[in-house]
């Protein structure tokens, strides 16, 4: 286990986990605001586990299962990536549609953000989010992050960005969190 919060256990993903992860990434109306909204086909999920399994050997954290109940049931995915080979550790999560609405994606969040500064350093973490996810834009604010400036994307299309500071860090250099 990587950490656990009062009613979730985080650990890392294993090879047997892919068809879960090809059942929630797969899942359309879990995916209309990731990316292109379209579905993981079954070559990128294999590639995202050998992705994920690097980044364990090369950061010390990746994409996670979730896991809740007893006995366990698998509620999704949260991780930190860098997508594109930004700098900064982006979060990603996914909770199952049978989880969501009882407070366990902002568990979730509040509790990767606060295990990544403790156990792996990260001062800084931000999150990408469609503009019309109204849901991960309230969690986020919830859970202690911060509105930055809108990223414009090459279709001309908008995302929000969102910024997460270790609380003990310095925060000189933060921006002022109003909606854009």
């Known amino acids: 286990m990587v950490f656990a919060t009062d009613r979730l256990q985080v650990r890392r993903i294993e090879r047997t986990d892919y068809d879960s992860m090809l059942e929630v990434y797969g899942d359309l109306e879990l995916m209309r605001y990731v990316g292109d909204g379209s579905a ?3 070559e990128d999920c294999s590639r995202w586990i050998d992705v994920t399994l690097d980044n364990y050997r090369r950061r010390g954290y990746g994409l996670f299962v979730v896991e ?3 006995p366990l049931q698998h509620v999704g995915f949260v991780g930190l990536t860098h997508p594109g080979g930004r700098s900064d550790p982006e979060i990603k999560y996914v909770v199952r549609a049978k989880y969501s609405g009882n407070g366990l994606a902002q568990e979730l969040l509040a509790g990767t953000c606060a295990h990544a500064h403790r156990e792996w350093g990260l001062e800084r973490i931000i999150a990408t989010v469609h503009p019309d996810n109204q849901v991960s834009n309230h969690i986020l604010r919830k859970c202690g ?3 930055l400036a809108d990223q414009v994307n090459e279709d001309g299309s908008v995302t929000f960005v969102w ?3 270790e609380p003990t860090a310095d925060t ?9």
């Open 172 to 180: 000189s250099h933060a921006k002022t969190a109003e909606p854009h």
């Open 145 to 147: 992050f911060l509105r």
């Open 163 to 165: 910024e997460h500071i």
């Open 40 to 42: 993981i086909t079954q």
């Open 68 to 70: 809740s109940g007893e």
